[in-house]
Protein backbone atom coordinates (compact mmCIF):
# COMPACT_ATOMS: atom_id res chain seq x y z
CA UNK A 1 0.00 0.00 0.00
CA UNK A 2 1.72 3.40 -0.82
CA UNK A 3 0.89 6.11 1.36
CA UNK A 4 0.81 9.81 -0.61
CA UNK A 5 3.50 11.60 0.78
CA UNK A 6 2.14 12.92 4.51
CA UNK A 7 3.73 15.43 6.80
CA UNK A 8 4.94 12.84 9.09
CA UNK A 9 7.34 13.49 12.44
CA UNK A 10 8.77 11.40 14.46
CA UNK A 11 9.67 12.12 18.13
CA UNK A 12 13.56 11.94 16.85
CA UNK A 13 13.20 15.54 15.45
CA UNK A 14 13.24 14.35 11.36
CA UNK A 15 9.68 16.33 10.28
CA UNK A 16 9.21 19.22 7.27
CA UNK A 17 6.94 21.13 9.58
CA UNK A 18 8.18 22.68 12.88
CA UNK A 19 9.16 25.84 13.57
CA UNK A 20 11.18 27.57 16.51
CA UNK A 21 9.68 28.14 19.67
CA UNK A 22 10.67 31.62 19.33
CA UNK A 23 9.12 32.61 15.58
CA UNK A 24 8.09 36.04 15.22
CA UNK A 25 3.95 36.39 14.77
CA UNK A 26 4.26 36.50 11.15
CA UNK A 27 6.46 33.63 10.85
CA UNK A 28 3.79 32.01 12.98
CA UNK A 29 0.95 32.79 10.64
CA UNK A 30 2.90 31.72 7.57
CA UNK A 31 3.86 28.41 9.43
CA UNK A 32 0.17 27.72 10.26
CA UNK A 33 -0.63 28.43 6.67
CA UNK A 34 1.69 25.80 5.70
CA UNK A 35 0.44 23.11 7.73
CA UNK A 36 -2.31 23.34 5.94
CA UNK A 37 -4.43 25.60 8.88
CA UNK A 38 -6.30 28.76 8.31
CA UNK A 39 -6.65 30.45 11.29
CA UNK A 40 -9.73 29.45 13.62
CA UNK A 41 -10.54 26.13 11.64
CA UNK A 42 -10.44 23.07 13.64
CA UNK A 43 -7.41 21.37 14.82
CA UNK A 44 -7.89 17.98 16.33
CA UNK A 45 -5.27 16.08 18.04
CA UNK A 46 -5.77 12.39 18.53
CA UNK A 47 -3.55 10.89 20.90
CA UNK A 48 -2.82 6.70 21.52
CA UNK A 49 -0.26 5.43 23.65
CA UNK A 50 1.18 2.93 22.41
CA UNK A 51 0.86 -0.92 23.24
CA UNK A 52 0.14 0.74 26.53
CA UNK A 53 -0.50 -2.04 28.92
CA UNK A 54 2.25 -3.62 27.74
CA UNK A 55 4.76 -0.88 27.76
CA UNK A 56 3.48 0.11 31.26
CA UNK A 57 4.77 -3.63 32.47
CA UNK A 58 7.95 -2.60 30.40
CA UNK A 59 8.64 0.74 32.04
CA UNK A 60 8.58 -1.10 35.66
CA UNK A 61 10.42 -4.23 34.56
CA UNK A 62 13.23 -2.08 32.26
CA UNK A 63 14.69 -5.30 30.77
CA UNK A 64 11.47 -6.21 29.06
CA UNK A 65 12.08 -3.21 27.14
CA UNK A 66 12.48 -4.29 23.03
CA UNK A 67 11.38 -7.52 24.00
CA UNK A 68 8.37 -9.57 22.94
CA UNK A 69 5.59 -8.78 26.03
CA UNK A 70 1.94 -10.67 26.08
CA UNK A 71 -0.47 -8.91 28.96
CA UNK A 72 -2.99 -11.47 29.26
CA UNK A 73 -6.06 -12.53 31.37
CA UNK A 74 -5.39 -15.31 33.67
CA UNK A 75 -6.49 -18.40 32.08
CA UNK A 76 -7.33 -20.02 35.62
CA UNK A 77 -10.53 -17.31 35.79
CA UNK A 78 -11.21 -18.45 31.93
CA UNK A 79 -10.02 -14.71 30.80
CA UNK A 80 -7.05 -16.46 28.82
CA UNK A 81 -7.01 -14.25 25.74
CA UNK A 82 -4.42 -11.22 25.36
CA UNK A 83 -4.88 -8.06 26.27
CA UNK A 84 -1.67 -6.04 25.00
CA UNK A 85 0.70 -7.21 23.13
CA UNK A 86 4.14 -4.97 22.88
CA UNK A 87 5.26 -3.92 19.34
CA UNK A 88 7.84 -7.11 19.49
CA UNK A 89 5.24 -9.58 20.23
CA UNK A 90 3.07 -7.94 17.39
CA UNK A 91 6.02 -8.87 15.34
CA UNK A 92 5.09 -12.41 15.32
CA UNK A 93 1.45 -11.74 14.71
CA UNK A 94 0.16 -11.87 18.55
CA UNK A 95 -3.05 -9.47 18.62
CA UNK A 96 -4.87 -8.20 21.56
CA UNK A 97 -8.45 -11.04 21.67
CA UNK A 98 -6.40 -13.75 20.89
CA UNK A 99 -6.15 -17.08 22.91
CA UNK A 100 -3.30 -16.64 25.37
CA UNK A 101 -2.67 -20.46 23.82
CA UNK A 102 -2.02 -19.35 20.17
CA UNK A 103 -0.41 -16.32 21.45
CA UNK A 104 2.39 -18.74 23.14
CA UNK A 105 2.46 -20.96 19.67
CA UNK A 106 3.38 -18.02 17.85
CA UNK A 107 6.10 -16.84 20.08
CA UNK A 108 6.70 -19.64 22.78
CA UNK A 109 9.91 -17.03 24.30
CA UNK A 110 7.34 -14.10 24.98
CA UNK A 111 7.25 -12.82 28.52
CA UNK A 112 3.75 -13.16 29.31
CA UNK A 113 2.07 -11.74 32.62
CA UNK A 114 -1.00 -13.18 33.57
CA UNK A 115 -3.63 -11.34 35.47
CA UNK A 116 -2.38 -7.89 36.01
CA UNK A 117 -3.91 -5.09 37.66
CA UNK A 118 -6.34 -3.15 35.84
CA UNK A 119 -6.46 -0.78 38.67
CA UNK A 120 -2.72 0.16 38.07
CA UNK A 121 -3.83 0.80 34.26
CA UNK A 122 -6.70 3.07 34.95
CA UNK A 123 -4.58 4.78 37.40
CA UNK A 124 -1.74 5.40 34.75
CA UNK A 125 -4.46 6.31 32.33
CA UNK A 126 -5.68 9.09 34.81
CA UNK A 127 -2.71 10.80 34.92
CA UNK A 128 -1.66 11.06 30.60
CA UNK A 129 -5.52 12.48 30.49
CA UNK A 130 -4.62 15.10 33.44
CA UNK A 131 -1.51 15.89 31.26
CA UNK A 132 -3.72 16.39 27.80
CA UNK A 133 -6.32 19.28 30.30
CA UNK A 134 -2.75 20.92 30.71
CA UNK A 135 -2.57 22.01 26.95
CA UNK A 136 -6.77 22.40 26.64
CA UNK A 137 -10.19 21.58 28.59
CA UNK A 138 -11.36 20.19 25.64
CA UNK A 139 -10.43 16.54 26.02
CA UNK A 140 -12.96 13.69 24.56
CA UNK A 141 -11.62 10.32 26.45
CA UNK A 142 -12.19 7.73 23.73
CA UNK A 143 -10.74 4.88 25.58
CA UNK A 144 -8.51 3.93 28.35
CA UNK A 145 -5.54 4.61 26.70
CA UNK A 146 -6.66 7.24 23.31
CA UNK A 147 -8.31 10.79 23.50
CA UNK A 148 -9.23 13.04 21.26
CA UNK A 149 -8.30 16.81 21.83
CA UNK A 150 -9.46 19.64 20.42
CA UNK A 151 -6.90 22.41 20.21
CA UNK A 152 -8.50 24.61 18.09
CA UNK A 153 -7.28 28.64 19.09
CA UNK A 154 -4.39 26.72 21.67
CA UNK A 155 -1.83 28.03 19.00
CA UNK A 156 -1.03 31.31 20.86
CA UNK A 157 -0.54 29.60 23.82
CA UNK A 158 1.72 26.49 22.59
CA UNK A 159 2.39 27.54 19.02
CA UNK A 160 1.32 25.24 15.45
CA UNK A 161 -0.40 21.97 16.21
CA UNK A 162 2.66 19.71 15.46
CA UNK A 163 5.08 22.57 18.35
CA UNK A 164 1.82 21.56 20.53
CA UNK A 165 1.68 17.92 19.91
CA UNK A 166 5.58 16.92 20.30
CA UNK A 167 5.47 18.99 23.83
CA UNK A 168 2.41 17.01 24.87
CA UNK A 169 4.59 14.05 23.65
CA UNK A 170 7.68 14.84 25.44
CA UNK A 171 5.57 15.64 28.86
CA UNK A 172 3.85 12.34 28.14
CA UNK A 173 7.84 10.95 28.31
CA UNK A 174 8.88 12.73 30.84
CA UNK A 175 6.56 12.21 33.57
CA UNK A 176 5.19 8.70 33.25
CA UNK A 177 8.29 6.98 30.38
CA UNK A 178 5.59 6.10 28.37
CA UNK A 179 5.24 7.04 24.19
CA UNK A 180 2.44 7.73 22.56
CA UNK A 181 1.34 8.84 19.03
CA UNK A 182 -0.35 11.64 17.47
CA UNK A 183 -2.33 12.91 15.00
CA UNK A 184 -3.26 16.35 13.96
CA UNK A 185 -6.09 16.52 11.41
CA UNK A 186 -9.27 18.93 11.00
CA UNK A 187 -11.54 16.22 12.16
CA UNK A 188 -11.52 13.66 14.53
CA UNK A 189 -12.02 10.93 11.76
CA UNK A 190 -8.85 11.74 10.03
CA UNK A 191 -7.10 12.61 13.53
CA UNK A 192 -7.49 9.14 14.73
CA UNK A 193 -6.60 7.40 11.12
CA UNK A 194 -3.51 10.12 10.96
CA UNK A 195 -2.25 8.78 14.70
CA UNK A 196 -2.48 5.26 13.09
CA UNK A 197 -0.32 5.90 10.02
CA UNK A 198 2.49 6.02 11.63
CA UNK A 199 2.74 3.63 15.37
CA UNK A 200 4.48 3.45 17.53
CA UNK A 201 6.03 7.06 18.65
CA UNK A 202 4.64 8.83 15.61
CA UNK A 203 3.40 12.42 15.11
CA UNK A 204 1.24 12.86 11.82
CA UNK A 205 -0.62 15.54 10.33
CA UNK A 206 -3.01 15.20 7.82
CA UNK A 207 -4.07 18.83 6.08
CA UNK A 208 -7.36 19.18 5.00
CA UNK A 209 -6.05 20.15 1.68
CA UNK A 210 -4.51 16.82 0.92
CA UNK A 211 -7.22 14.39 3.27
CA UNK A 212 -8.59 12.98 -0.20
CA UNK A 213 -4.88 12.45 -1.55
CA UNK A 214 -4.17 10.57 1.60
CA UNK A 215 -7.25 8.70 2.03
CA UNK A 216 -7.64 7.39 -1.75
CA UNK A 217 -5.39 4.73 -1.79
CA UNK A 218 -6.01 3.38 1.86
CA UNK A 219 -8.28 0.32 2.69
CA UNK A 220 -11.71 0.82 3.92
CA UNK A 221 -11.24 -0.74 6.86
CA UNK A 222 -8.79 1.54 7.91
CA UNK A 223 -11.50 4.39 8.54
CA UNK A 224 -12.52 4.38 12.13
CA UNK A 225 -16.63 2.87 12.39
CA UNK A 226 -15.95 0.48 8.95
CA UNK A 227 -15.55 -2.96 10.53
CA UNK A 228 -15.31 -6.54 8.94
CA UNK A 229 -19.18 -6.92 8.15
CA UNK A 230 -18.91 -3.42 6.24
CA UNK A 231 -16.24 -3.86 4.37
CA UNK A 232 -17.50 -7.28 3.00
CA UNK A 233 -20.68 -5.95 1.84
CA UNK A 234 -18.48 -3.25 0.38
CA UNK A 235 -16.44 -5.47 -1.44
CA UNK A 236 -18.92 -7.22 -2.99
CA UNK A 237 -20.20 -4.10 -4.87
CA UNK A 238 -16.57 -3.67 -5.78
CA UNK A 239 -15.24 -1.41 -3.40
CA UNK A 240 -12.08 -2.15 -1.79
CA UNK A 241 -10.42 1.62 -1.21
CA UNK A 242 -11.80 4.67 0.18
CA UNK A 243 -11.08 6.44 -3.05
CA UNK A 244 -13.26 3.41 -4.82
CA UNK A 245 -15.90 4.26 -1.67
CA UNK A 246 -15.67 7.79 -2.21
CA UNK A 247 -16.15 8.22 -5.63
CA UNK A 248 -19.32 5.44 -5.25
CA UNK A 249 -22.65 6.96 -6.08
CA UNK A 250 -24.35 7.58 -2.66
CA UNK A 251 -27.47 7.13 -3.51
CA UNK A 252 -26.79 3.19 -4.20
CA UNK A 253 -25.07 3.30 -0.30
CA UNK A 254 -28.09 4.65 0.99
CA UNK A 255 -30.19 2.16 -0.59
CA UNK A 256 -27.60 -0.65 0.47
CA UNK A 257 -26.86 0.92 3.94
CA UNK A 258 -29.81 3.44 4.84
CA UNK A 259 -28.58 6.24 6.94
CA UNK A 260 -25.24 4.70 6.92
CA UNK A 261 -24.96 4.87 3.37
CA UNK A 262 -24.39 8.53 3.32
CA UNK A 263 -21.86 8.56 6.39
CA UNK A 264 -19.59 6.46 4.74
CA UNK A 265 -20.13 8.88 1.29
CA UNK A 266 -19.02 11.04 4.17
CA UNK A 267 -16.05 9.54 6.20
CA UNK A 268 -14.75 8.65 2.66
CA UNK A 269 -14.49 11.81 1.53
CA UNK A 270 -12.78 13.24 4.75
CA UNK A 271 -15.62 14.80 6.13
CA UNK A 272 -16.52 14.28 9.56
CA UNK A 273 -18.48 17.01 11.63
CA UNK A 274 -18.81 15.53 15.62
CA UNK A 275 -17.25 17.54 18.12
CA UNK A 276 -15.05 16.34 20.41
CA UNK A 277 -17.41 15.73 23.45
CA UNK A 278 -15.72 17.30 26.42
CA UNK A 279 -18.68 17.45 28.68
CA UNK A 280 -20.06 14.39 30.67
CA UNK A 281 -22.26 12.28 28.38
CA UNK A 282 -24.58 10.63 30.99
CA UNK A 283 -25.07 6.91 30.55
CA UNK A 284 -27.40 5.32 29.06
CA UNK A 285 -26.99 1.59 30.78
CA UNK A 286 -24.89 0.61 33.41
CA UNK A 287 -23.64 -3.47 33.48
CA UNK A 288 -21.28 -6.36 34.96
CA UNK A 289 -21.08 -9.22 33.25
CA UNK A 290 -18.43 -12.49 34.76
CA UNK A 291 -16.66 -15.12 33.10
CA UNK A 292 -17.00 -17.71 35.65
CA UNK A 293 -14.10 -20.15 37.35
CA UNK A 294 -15.90 -23.25 35.76
CA UNK A 295 -18.93 -24.15 33.85
CA UNK A 296 -22.05 -23.92 35.88
CA UNK A 297 -25.59 -25.71 35.13
CA UNK A 298 -26.75 -25.72 38.67
CA UNK A 299 -29.46 -23.40 39.05
CA UNK A 300 -28.19 -22.45 42.52
CA UNK A 301 -24.79 -21.07 41.74
CA UNK A 302 -26.39 -19.21 39.17
CA UNK A 303 -28.57 -17.31 41.48
CA UNK A 304 -25.46 -16.68 43.48
CA UNK A 305 -23.67 -15.18 40.64
CA UNK A 306 -26.72 -13.04 39.27
CA UNK A 307 -26.62 -11.62 43.12
CA UNK A 308 -23.47 -10.61 43.36
CA UNK A 309 -23.51 -8.89 39.44
CA UNK A 310 -27.30 -7.29 40.27
CA UNK A 311 -25.43 -5.67 43.75
CA UNK A 312 -22.68 -4.29 41.77
CA UNK A 313 -24.68 -2.78 39.01
CA UNK A 314 -27.73 -1.51 41.87
CA UNK A 315 -24.44 -0.08 43.80
CA UNK A 316 -23.17 2.11 40.78
CA UNK A 317 -26.79 3.13 40.24
CA UNK A 318 -26.72 4.27 43.66
CA UNK A 319 -23.77 5.93 43.62
CA UNK A 320 -24.80 8.27 41.01
CA UNK A 321 -27.83 8.87 42.05
CA UNK A 322 -29.79 6.77 39.28
CA UNK A 323 -32.39 4.75 38.73
CA UNK A 324 -32.76 2.26 35.78
CA UNK A 325 -36.14 0.25 34.02
CA UNK A 326 -34.84 -2.38 32.31
CA UNK A 327 -33.24 -5.18 33.36
CA UNK A 328 -31.48 -7.29 31.19
CA UNK A 329 -29.61 -10.41 31.46
CA UNK A 330 -26.90 -12.18 29.28
CA UNK A 331 -26.04 -15.58 29.30
CA UNK A 332 -22.93 -16.92 27.02
CA UNK A 333 -22.84 -21.02 27.13
CA UNK A 334 -20.11 -23.56 27.43
CA UNK A 335 -20.25 -23.77 23.17
CA UNK A 336 -20.07 -19.61 23.48
CA UNK A 337 -23.41 -19.30 21.98
CA UNK A 338 -24.99 -16.47 23.32
CA UNK A 339 -28.38 -14.61 23.93
CA UNK A 340 -30.01 -11.88 26.09
CA UNK A 341 -33.11 -11.42 27.49
CA UNK A 342 -34.76 -7.99 28.85
CA UNK A 343 -37.74 -7.00 31.09
CA UNK A 344 -38.93 -3.26 31.97
CA UNK A 345 -40.65 -2.75 35.15
CA UNK A 346 -43.48 -0.17 35.86
CA UNK A 347 -41.05 1.78 38.75
CA UNK A 348 -37.67 2.54 37.87
CA UNK A 349 -34.99 1.08 40.70
CA UNK A 350 -32.09 0.59 41.79
CA UNK A 351 -32.53 -2.14 44.35
CA UNK A 352 -30.23 -4.98 44.08
CA UNK A 353 -33.00 -7.56 44.89
CA UNK A 354 -35.45 -6.06 42.61
CA UNK A 355 -32.60 -6.58 39.75
CA UNK A 356 -32.12 -9.12 41.38
CA UNK A 357 -35.29 -11.04 41.56
CA UNK A 358 -35.88 -10.47 37.57
CA UNK A 359 -32.61 -11.09 36.30
CA UNK A 360 -33.27 -14.56 37.88
CA UNK A 361 -36.55 -14.95 36.70
CA UNK A 362 -35.37 -14.13 33.02
CA UNK A 363 -32.61 -17.09 34.18
CA UNK A 364 -35.11 -19.28 34.55
CA UNK A 365 -36.30 -19.41 30.82
CA UNK A 366 -32.88 -19.94 29.84
CA UNK A 367 -30.08 -21.06 32.34
CA UNK A 368 -32.28 -23.18 33.73
CA UNK A 369 -30.02 -26.76 34.33
CA UNK A 370 -30.19 -27.86 30.79
CA UNK A 371 -27.17 -25.92 29.13
CA UNK A 372 -23.87 -25.30 30.75
CA UNK A 373 -23.35 -21.58 31.28
CA UNK A 374 -19.81 -19.84 30.97
CA UNK A 375 -20.80 -16.31 31.32
CA UNK A 376 -23.62 -13.99 33.05
CA UNK A 377 -23.92 -10.37 32.79
CA UNK A 378 -26.52 -7.85 34.22
CA UNK A 379 -27.67 -4.44 32.92
CA UNK A 380 -29.55 -1.92 33.58
CA UNK A 381 -31.18 0.48 31.20
CA UNK A 382 -33.26 2.89 30.44
CA UNK A 383 -31.75 5.34 32.69
CA UNK A 384 -32.95 8.27 34.93
CA UNK A 385 -31.90 10.49 38.30
CA UNK A 386 -33.10 9.06 41.12
CA UNK A 387 -36.30 10.95 42.83
CA UNK A 388 -38.08 10.80 39.24
CA UNK A 389 -38.49 6.94 40.86
CA UNK A 390 -41.99 6.03 42.39
CA UNK A 391 -40.55 3.63 43.88
CA UNK A 392 -41.58 4.49 47.46
CA UNK A 393 -45.56 4.96 46.22
CA UNK A 394 -45.14 1.07 45.48
CA UNK A 395 -47.74 -1.01 47.68
CA UNK A 396 -44.87 -3.12 50.08
CA UNK A 397 -43.69 0.65 50.21
CA UNK A 398 -42.62 -0.51 54.24
CA UNK A 399 -40.78 -3.38 53.05
CA UNK A 400 -38.64 -1.44 50.08
CA UNK A 401 -37.96 1.16 52.91
CA UNK A 402 -36.47 -1.28 55.16
CA UNK A 403 -34.44 -2.89 52.21
CA UNK A 404 -32.95 0.75 51.37
CA UNK A 405 -32.11 1.00 55.11
CA UNK A 406 -29.91 -1.90 54.91
CA UNK A 407 -28.74 -0.85 51.46
CA UNK A 408 -27.43 2.76 52.90
CA UNK A 409 -25.93 0.53 55.87
CA UNK A 410 -23.76 -1.85 53.17
CA UNK A 411 -22.79 1.06 51.10
CA UNK A 412 -21.24 3.13 53.93
CA UNK A 413 -19.68 0.12 55.08
CA UNK A 414 -18.09 -0.27 51.41
CA UNK A 415 -17.35 3.64 50.96
CA UNK A 416 -15.59 2.91 53.72
CA UNK A 417 -13.18 -0.87 53.77
CA UNK A 418 -14.05 -1.28 50.13
CA UNK A 419 -16.18 -3.64 48.06
CA UNK A 420 -15.47 -7.02 49.27
CA UNK A 421 -16.04 -6.15 52.76
CA UNK A 422 -19.75 -6.83 52.92
CA UNK A 423 -21.46 -9.23 50.92
CA UNK A 424 -25.17 -11.09 50.90
CA UNK A 425 -24.80 -14.89 52.05
CA UNK A 426 -26.67 -15.57 49.01
CA UNK A 427 -23.99 -14.02 47.42
CA UNK A 428 -21.08 -16.23 49.63
CA UNK A 429 -20.50 -19.38 47.34
CA UNK A 430 -19.47 -16.60 44.30
CA UNK A 431 -16.14 -14.96 45.31
CA UNK B 1 10.05 -19.32 32.51
CA UNK B 2 10.08 -15.65 33.71
CA UNK B 3 7.15 -14.99 35.81
CA UNK B 4 5.54 -12.93 38.31
CA UNK B 5 5.25 -14.91 42.05
CA UNK B 6 2.78 -13.81 44.05
CA UNK B 7 4.05 -13.08 47.98
CA UNK B 8 1.53 -11.02 49.82
CA UNK B 9 3.54 -10.85 52.66
CA UNK B 10 4.18 -8.68 55.03
CA UNK B 11 7.30 -6.58 55.40
CA UNK B 12 9.27 -3.77 57.65
CA UNK B 13 10.20 -1.40 55.30
CA UNK B 14 12.30 1.80 55.50
CA UNK B 15 11.22 5.22 53.25
CA UNK B 16 12.31 8.47 52.63
CA UNK B 17 10.05 11.62 52.17
CA UNK B 18 11.43 13.41 48.91
CA UNK B 19 9.74 16.55 47.25
CA UNK B 20 6.13 15.59 48.82
CA UNK B 21 6.71 11.81 48.04
CA UNK B 22 7.11 8.67 50.02
CA UNK B 23 9.95 6.48 48.68
CA UNK B 24 10.49 3.37 49.74
CA UNK B 25 14.71 2.61 50.92
CA UNK B 26 14.89 -1.13 52.30
CA UNK B 27 12.88 -3.68 53.98
CA UNK B 28 13.10 -6.55 56.34
CA UNK B 29 11.61 -9.99 54.15
CA UNK B 30 12.01 -13.08 55.82
CA UNK B 31 15.11 -12.00 57.79
CA UNK B 32 16.84 -10.90 54.55
CA UNK B 33 17.82 -6.92 54.80
CA UNK B 34 16.70 -5.86 50.71
CA UNK B 35 18.36 -2.55 49.50
CA UNK B 36 15.94 -1.08 46.46
CA UNK B 37 17.89 0.38 43.85
CA UNK B 38 15.02 2.02 42.09
CA UNK B 39 11.76 3.00 41.53
CA UNK B 40 10.52 2.48 38.26
CA UNK B 41 6.62 3.03 38.59
CA UNK B 42 3.68 3.82 41.56
CA UNK B 43 0.18 3.97 41.78
CA UNK B 44 -2.52 3.76 44.01
CA UNK B 45 -6.25 2.19 44.33
CA UNK B 46 -8.74 2.78 46.64
CA UNK B 47 -9.68 0.06 49.80
CA UNK B 48 -13.11 1.80 50.34
CA UNK B 49 -12.09 5.55 51.47
CA UNK B 50 -8.39 4.18 52.42
CA UNK B 51 -5.87 4.08 49.77
CA UNK B 52 -3.20 1.92 48.87
CA UNK B 53 0.13 2.87 47.19
CA UNK B 54 1.52 0.16 45.30
CA UNK B 55 5.79 0.59 44.00
CA UNK B 56 7.62 -1.23 41.44
CA UNK B 57 11.27 -1.47 42.22
CA UNK B 58 14.34 -3.36 41.55
CA UNK B 59 16.63 -4.30 44.14
CA UNK B 60 20.05 -4.03 44.54
CA UNK B 61 20.46 -7.81 42.81
CA UNK B 62 18.12 -6.43 39.97
CA UNK B 63 15.01 -7.98 41.28
CA UNK B 64 12.21 -6.91 40.36
CA UNK B 65 9.48 -6.09 43.58
CA UNK B 66 6.39 -5.10 43.96
CA UNK B 67 5.38 -3.34 47.24
CA UNK B 68 2.50 -1.89 48.45
CA UNK B 69 1.67 0.66 51.68
CA UNK B 70 -1.76 0.40 53.45
CA UNK B 71 -2.82 3.56 54.64
CA UNK B 72 -5.85 1.70 56.48
CA UNK B 73 -3.58 -0.83 59.04
CA UNK B 74 -0.07 1.55 57.69
CA UNK B 75 1.25 -1.89 56.68
CA UNK B 76 3.23 -2.33 54.05
CA UNK B 77 3.37 -5.60 52.13
CA UNK B 78 5.65 -7.18 49.50
CA UNK B 79 2.80 -8.14 46.79
CA UNK B 80 4.89 -10.12 43.82
CA UNK B 81 8.19 -10.77 43.05
CA UNK B 82 9.77 -11.64 39.43
CA UNK B 83 10.66 -15.38 39.32
CA UNK B 84 13.04 -16.88 36.71
Redesign the interface.
Known sequence: MIIPKLRMHKSDGTDDCLTSPNMGKAQFRSELGSCGYARKEPVILHVDMDAFFAS?EQ?????LAGKPVVVGGDPQKRRGVVTAASYAARGYGIKAGMPLVTAKRLCPHA????GT?G??YE??SSRFMRIFYQFTPQVEPYSIDEAFLDITGCERLFGPPVQLAKRLKERIKKQLGLSCSVGIAPNKLLAKLASSLNKPDGLTLIPKDKAKQILSPLEVTKLCGIGGKTAKILSNLGIHTLGELASYPVEVLKRKFGKNGEWLHLVANGIDHSPVFSQFIPEKSMGHARTLPHDVINQEEISSVLLVLSGMVARRLRQKKLVGQTITLRVRYSDFASLTRSETIAHPTDSEHIIFGIAQKLAFGVASGIRRVRLLGVSVSRLTKDGESLQTFLPFAEYIDKREKIYAVMDRI??????G?IRWAGAASFI | MTMDQEINQPIDMMVVFQKGRMVPVRFRWNGRVIKIAKLTGWWKTNEGKFRIRHFAVIDENSQFCQLSYKERTAEWFLDKIWVE
Do not use: H, T
Open positions: VKDRPWVFLIDDKYIRDKFGES
